[in-house]
């Protein structure tokens, strides 16, 4: 079983940052892309960012410029670098990681709020 435990969410003013981090553990050989996803309230989820396990990263329109996605392969963690948080940026966050081990599944983290005030 794998798990991932996000951390780092909270209430920040319109303009803030936030540092987002989701750490992997259990048993597994690899990990292939990860990626961060949100849902705000009434909407569906969407794609944030996705990175690649060699680095190679994708963002969606809305936070490009402002968001960067990284990752320590050596410690199994995604990180989101939030920067210039706007209120529609409030959703929960979520952390998802396409693990391999007996074939390739994707896992999901618990979510994080993440709250930006105007």
């Known amino acids: 079983q794998v798990q991932l435990v996000e951390s780092g969410g909270g209430l920040v003013q319109a303009g803030g940052s936030l540092r987002l981090s989701c750490a992997a553990s259990?048993?597994?050989?690899?990990?292939?892309?990860m990626g961060w996803y949100r849902q705000a309230p009434e909407r569906q989820r969407e794609m944030v960012a996705t990175i690649t396990s060699g680095g190679t990263t994708n963002y969606a329109n809305s936070v490009k410029e402002r968001f960067t996605i990284s990752r320590d392969n050596a410690k199994n963690t995604v990180y989101l670098q939030m920067n210039t948080l706007k209120p529609e940026d409030t959703a929960v966050y979520y952390c998802?990681?396409?693990?391999?081990?007996?074939?390739?599944?994707?896992?999901w983290g618990q979510g994080t709020q993440v709250t930006v005030s105007s």
């Open positions: 259990g048993r597994f050989f690899s990990i292939n892309a």
């Open positions: 998802a990681a396409d693990v391999k081990w007996l074939g390739v599944r994707t896992y």
